[in-house]
């Protein structure tokens, strides 16, 4: 079994609409969670990133966790088509700020906004 | 925008060939990643280096190897690529005072074995 499990989609959706995505894992060591974005033909990037669990928004993309259930969301409102794009969930635990840490990543969903 | 570099950005190949995938970056990072990403699949760390002259072996078996002889640069090597290699290779590079959650990726390097 995958320590993160994240639909793959594909995810289409009319511009303007909430769009909800979301990672389930099995690791109850994870401690940071983490989206990135994937644009076609780039790498990923960072969206935003939650320590344990709780919400936190930045602008229109809310990250929460639940801890609890190992669950993890992203949520875009007014979806724009230029969020296009595959998202990543991604995480890690506490370990040493110092050392190389190393991520978990999902598989990623594709999400298409429509104009 | 990161400044990571990869080159070369696509590679066609025979079996049997060397290869080395170039990955450089300009941010003074010390700590850089190369993952395997196959399409609908999840990103896999195969090598991690955490400084010069240090590099390990990540989660995923892989028959190629790095080095860290230049802080800005890590470049992957396959001695004798095989169709098996066929993927798109991402670098990426951390610095410590994020914690090491930001990984900063390059555009990648998408490899086919013929």
């Known amino acids: 079994q995958k320590e993160v499990e994240q639909d793959p989609g594909p995810l289409s959706v009319p511009e303007g609409a909430i769009v909800s995505l979301n990672c389930t894992y099995s690791n109850s060591a994870f401690q940071y969670f983490m989206w990135y974005r994937q644009y076609s033909r780039k790498g990923p990037e960072l969206l935003m990133y939650t320590y344990s669990s709780g919400n936190k928004e930045d602008g229109r993309f809310t990250a929460q966790v639940d801890k609890s259930s190992k669950y993890i969301s992203l949520f875009i409102r007014d979806s724009q088509p230029s969020d296009s794009a595959t998202y990543l969930c991604?995480?890690?635990?506490?370990?040493?700020?110092?050392?190389?840490?190393?991520?978990?990543f999902g598989s990623g969903t594709q999400l298409t906004v429509l104009p | 925008e990161a400044d990571i570099y990869q080159t070369p950005r696509y590679l066609v190949i025979g079996t049997g060939k060397k290869i080395t995938l170039e990955c450089s970056q300009t941010?003074?990072?010390?700590?850089m990643y190369w993952y395997q990403q196959d399409p609908g699949m999840e990103l896999h760390l195969i090598h991690y280096?955490?400084?010069?002259?240090?590099?390990e072996k990540g989660d995923l078996s892989s028959e190629s190897t790095v080095s860290r002889i230049r802080t800005e640069h890590f470049p992957l090597t396959l001695e004798s690529a095989r169709p098996s290699h066929t993927s798109q290779y991402l670098c990426?590079?951390?610095?410590?005072?994020?914690?090491?959650?930001?990984?900063?990726f390059g555009p990648g390097t998408r490899l086919t074995v013929l």
């Open positions: 990426a590079s951390t610095y410590a005072g994020d914690r090491g959650l930001r990984q900063y």
């Open positions: 941010m003074g990072h010390d700590k």
């Open positions: 991604a995480m890690t635990g506490s370990g040493s700020s110092g050392s190389a840490r190393q991520l978990t």
């Open positions: 280096s955490y400084g010069v002259n240090s590099t």
